[in-house]
């Protein structure tokens, strides 16, 4: 597509309930991210894959949180009995190259408009 | 590690007159540095960014930034701002395996007319 996709774009849950929010990156992107928004914040990483490969997930603040990549094109973020804390703005993001090293470069991010999960 | 700090949290201009954001940064490494700007629902638009090329930096709708090392800032500046320009503006760092970013809290600019 023409660019990054997520939906849902908003999403109310009670608390306890499971969510899941799905990120179509652009066709034939390798790298994938998923940052969270909380309000009035900047982004903060949560997970990076490159194709169906988790290379870090040191941002996702809970085991109640997962994502998966299994074909290596569209992404999925599960959150498990969700908490009011988890209520954010879910950001995915993709670009084309494979990372090898440190200091890689600026290699720019495509970010799609965001899922607004909202916990009651 | 990499990390940033928006000095302002909210600038107010008026039309046609200047702005400027703040931004100093930390990195362990040769750092890679962006601004983007988010409009009320919609996704993160890349302004610019900073690669160990040229210093001074121009991006796009007229903004420039200058990477100072001695001073560790990346501050972003337009010479007259447009109504349109109202939004928030993240500055970033990047560096290391992976590409992770570290953002700023961001600055809400209001643009007066």
């Known amino acids: 597509g023409a660019g990054v996709s997520q939906s849902p774009r908003y999403?109310?849950?009670?608390?306890?309930?499971?969510?899941?929010?799905?990120?179509?990156?652009?066709?034939?992107?390798?790298?994938?991210?998923?940052?969270?928004?909380?309000?009035?914040?900047?982004?903060?990483?949560?997970?990076?894959?490159?194709?169906?490969?988790?290379?870090?997930?040191?941002?996702?603040?809970?085991?109640?949180?997962?994502?998966?990549?299994?074909?290596?094109?569209?992404s999925t973020l599960k959150i498990q009995r969700t908490q009011q804390e988890d209520s954010a703005v879910y950001l995915c993001a993709s670009m084309p190259l494979l990372l090898l090293a440190a200091g890689s470069g600026a290699n720019v991010l495509t970010f799609g408009a965001g899922s607004r999960l909202t916990v009651l | 590690a990499q990390s940033v700090t928006q000095?302002?949290?909210?600038?107010?201009?008026?039309?046609?007159?200047?702005?400027?954001?703040?931004?100093?940064?930390?990195?362990?490494?040769?750092?890679?540095?962006?601004?983007?700007?988010?409009?009320?629902?919609?996704?993160?638009?890349?302004?610019?960014?900073?690669?160990?090329?040229a210093t001074l930096v121009k991006g796009i709708n007229g903004f420039e930034a200058e990477f100072k090392k001695s001073e560790t800032s990346f501050h972003l500046t337009k010479p007259s701002a447009h109504m349109s320009d109202a939004a928030e503006y993240f500055c970033v760092v990047s560096g290391g395996y992976g590409n992770k970013l570290v953002f700023g809290a961001g600055t809400i600019l209001r643009v007066k007319s």
Not at chain 1, 37 to 46: I, M, N, S, V
Not at chain 2, 15 to 22: I, Y
């Open chain 1, 11 to 74: 999403k109310v849950a009670k608390r306890g309930q499971d969510v899941a929010l799905r990120c179509d990156p652009i066709s034939g992107h390798v790298s994938l991210f998923w940052y969270q928004q909380a309000l009035g914040q900047g982004p903060e990483f949560l997970t990076y894959f490159q194709n169906e490969a988790q290379l870090d997930k040191s941002g996702l603040p809970s085991d109640r949180f997962f994502a998966e990549r299994p074909e290596g094109s569209v």
């Open chain 2, 7 to 53: 000095l302002d949290s909210h600038v107010s201009v008026s039309e046609g007159t200047p702005v400027l954001l703040r931004c100093n940064y930390s990195s362990s490494y040769s750092p890679s540095l962006f601004w983007y700007v988010q409009h009320p629902n919609k996704g993160l638009q890349l302004l610019l960014k900073y690669t160990s090329a």
